[in-house]
T-cell receptor, first 116, second 115 residues
Framework: AQKITQTQPGMFVQEKEAVTLDCTYD???????LFWYKQPSSGEMIFLIY??????QNATEGRYSLNFQKARKSANLVISASQLGDSAMYFC?????????????FGRGTSLIVHP | EAGVVQSPRYKIIEKKQPVAFWCNPI?????LYWYRQNLGQGPELLIR????????DSQLPKDRFSAERLKGVDSTLKIQPAELGDSAVYLC?????????????FGQGTRLTVV
């Protein structure tokens, strides 16, 4: 069975500073994908960044980077130069092969508030 | 390119009434997902379609929930009868394929309130 753990219910960061949102995962699969989504108050889940289990380099997308530590089973999201518009819920998710099917699993999310 | 479109955005119904949600995925996306998101939680998968076929519906409460994806494009999710505990946001997502390395794109969701 797959499991995603996000231990930070809420995080605060000052505008223009960097912030790290934690994510650990548990799976017995060798091949899996890790994803981060942003959910603003409007409700839409916005895809941010993805990391494959066999990728040796950490993924980066603009101000977002994923700190992937496979041995520790962690996939933390780093947001550099925070902006007020980054205030939202952030979900870590993974997709792996379970019981012959690709099951997507989400964490409980972290609420990020960026203050001026 | 248009994203995933869901309707309605909001729905308020009385318990025991039926309700239906509609989803139009991104053009060319063969995989379609329905999720339920309870307040303060992450999305939980209800059902996954590969084209017209429901390939993963183990989390769908089949006594009251049903779904269909005609012609492998649009999909509807129905609840009949609705219960108070069904109040949640229902999210639809689509992806090119179900692979582990393929990101899914979500619609804005339907917020259901059962009173």
């Amino acid at each position: 069975a797959q499991k995603i753990t996000q231990t930070q219910p809420g995080m605060f960061v000052q505008e223009k500073e960097a912030v790290t949102l934690d994510c650990t995962y548990d799976t017995s699969d060798q091949s899996y994908g890790l994803f981060w989504y942003k959910q603003p108050s409007s409700g839409e889940m916005i895809f941010l960044i993805y990391q494959g289990s066999y990728d040796e380099q950490n993924a980066t997308e603009g101000r977002y980077s994923l700190n992937f530590q496979k041995a520790r089973k962690s996939a933390n999201l780093v947001i550099s130069a925070s902006q007020l518009g980054d205030s939202a819920m952030y979900f870590c998710a993974m997709r792996g092969l379970s019981g012959g099917s690709y099951i997507p699993t989400f964490g409980r999310g972290t609420s990020l508030i960026v203050h001026p | 390119e248009a994203g995933v479109v869901q309707s309605p955005r909001y729905k308020i119904i009385e318990k025991k009434q039926p309700v239906a949600f509609w989803c139009n995925p991104i053009s060319g996306h063969n995989t379609l997902y329905w999720y339920r998101q309870n307040l303060g939680q992450g999305p939980e998968l209800l059902i996954r379609y590969e084209n017209e076929e429901a390939v993963d519906d183990s989390q769908l409460p089949k006594d009251r929930f049903s779904a269909e994806r005609l012609k492998g494009v649009d999909s509807t999710l129905k609840i009949q009868p609705a219960e108070l505990g069904d109040s949640a946001v229902y999210l639809c997502a689509s992806s090119l394929d179900p692979g582990v390395y393929t990101e899914a794109f979500f619609g804005q969701g339907t917020r259901l309130t059962v009173v």
